[in-house]
């Protein structure tokens, strides 16, 4: 028997097992990681409805060239989705994001994100049960930041304005600023303001929406901002206003989730 040869057959069938081994190994890392990466893939019929709910808020005239909305990811609660920079009108499908609560791209990647990502992230955080957040710049909103009146139901349609909507005062956590949102710690400072409210103003700012889909925080938004046209009208007539009691504003916030109007603003959004 050749020594030689019996020794040198040894080592390259050991080779082979140890090299194919590793090959092995390294197909079922690949293929757990693909499954996981394709489990984490958000449902793309969630992704339409933020497409949609962008278009929805520029079309009502909530937001303009600027503010956004984003929605927890339907199969990992610690990511969310959000448009990348970009007016709410012109989002589409390939325009979006997946962030993690610390406002960071998922997967890296060069996109242009929104400079106040982070008061979602923040909300999130704070807020587990929160499942969609809207950022705008209602014009109609802004009187009621700076003025010290008080935004009340005045309607049935915003009863869930009786819950409370408090105003978050920047400078008492930063000093003088630009206004925005620029830090998770701004953003978690509005969090705070916001509390378990449905809604926060932002004085001289806007406001933020949450709420526990998207079909709701877009009528929330819709129907905060046409409170406060309402209130302002109301008050500017004169004589006392009757507002909503406490009683009426909790048995009309469980509105839901706005569904009749939610079907409507998509058919017309989306051009179905």
């Known amino acids: 028997m050749n020594t030689k040869a019996s020794t040198y057959s040894g080592v390259a069938r050991r080779e082979f097992l140890v090299g194919g081994g590793v090959l092995l190994a390294g197909a079922l890392i690949g293929a757990a990681r693909n499954a996981r990466s394709e489990s984490m893939t958000a449902d793309p019929a969630l992704i339409e409805d933020l497409v949609a709910a962008n278009r929805i808020l520029a079309a009502l005239e909530i937001v303009d060239g600027y503010g956004h909305v984003s929605v927890r990811h339907d199969k990992n609660p610690d990511h969310y989705l959000i448009a990348r920079s970009i007016a709410p ?5 390939k325009d979006i994001l997946e962030l993690d609560l610390d406002s960071k791209p998922v997967g890296g990647g060069d996109a242009k994100m929104y400079l106040e990502r982070f008061i979602h992230g923040e909300i999130y955080k704070a807020r587990p049960e929160v499942k969609a957040v809207v950022h705008n710049h209602s014009a109609a909103v802004i ?9 009340r139901p005045i309607y049935h349609m915003a009863g869930f304005i009786g819950l409370g909507v ?9 000093g003088d600023t630009d206004m925005l949102i620029r830090t998770p710690e701004l953003g978690a400072a509005l969090a705070r303001t916001l509390g378990d409210k449905p809604a926060a103003l932002m004085r ?11 079909s709701q925080v877009v009528g929330r938004s819709y129907y905060l901002q046409m409170n406060a046209k309402l209130q302002a009208q109301a008050m500017a007539l004169g004589g006392e206003v009757t507002y ?29």
């Open 204 to 214: 001289g700012h806007g406001a933020v929406v949450v709420g526990d889909s998207l």
């Open 166 to 174: 408090p105003v978050f005062e920047i400078r008492d956590a930063a």
């Open 244 to 272: 909503l009691d406490t009683e009426e504003a909790r048995k009309t916030a469980g509105f839901g989730s706005y569904d009749r109007a939610w079907d409507l603003w998509k058919r017309r959004a989306m051009g179905k």
């Open 143 to 151: 009187p009621f930041g700076v003025t010290g009146a008080a935004l």
């Open 89 to 93: 009108e012109s989002v589409g499908a």
